[in-house]
């Protein structure tokens, strides 16, 4: 689903000073329910049961399903979208509705950005904020196209984004206009 804006002020270049973009993983929603799921098997299991099985088979049953469920809610609610915002001076990634786990990277430490129009989460070892040693760090909430950013230190963050071109179109335009150009 495309959900993008872009601010109508324009630089020296066709392109926009400010990008916003956003890609979101709809699955996800069905995993939080799975939670919720959990979560109520727990207290239906506290409230309901008698307590003729030993108190401690009960107890981590309840517990058990409660966890489960919590860490499934708040473990893919993180990741139903993430939000992506390009500026003259940084940019900035958030996930989820409390925009959390959060980067922050200033176009000063950005040396090249790609469009990579495969990104796929099985390459990452999933959803969610990965890192991998040889393909550097990455937030993917689903498979599609994506933003890879060239950071000074060589290493690579990758983020899915709808019009993952248009913010790479962007964030060069910014480095373009970020590096002096000689004799001046």
Known sequence: ????SRDERRGEGSEPEIWTGRATNR?????????????????????DRPWTSGV?????SVIGCVLAGLLMIF???????????VDSRAMEVRCGHMGLPRRRIPLSHIV????DPRVDPRQWGGWGYRWRPEKG???VVRRGEGLVVTLGDGRSFTVTVDDAAT??????????????TAGV
């Open 137 to 139: 760090t990455a937030v």
């Open 27 to 47: 699955v996800q929603w069905v995993l939080a329910a799975l939670g919720a799921g959990f979560m109520a098997l727990g207290i239906e299991l506290a409230v």
């Open 75 to 85: 473990g893919t609610l993180a990741f139903v979208h993430v939000a992506v915002r």
């Open 56 to 60: 401690v088979a009960l107890a981590m």
């Open 1 to 4: 689903m495309r959900d993008h």
């Open 167 to 180: 913010a790479v179109r962007v964030i060069r335009g910014h480095l373009r206009r970020a590096t002096p």
């Open 112 to 115: 090249g950005a790609d469009f």
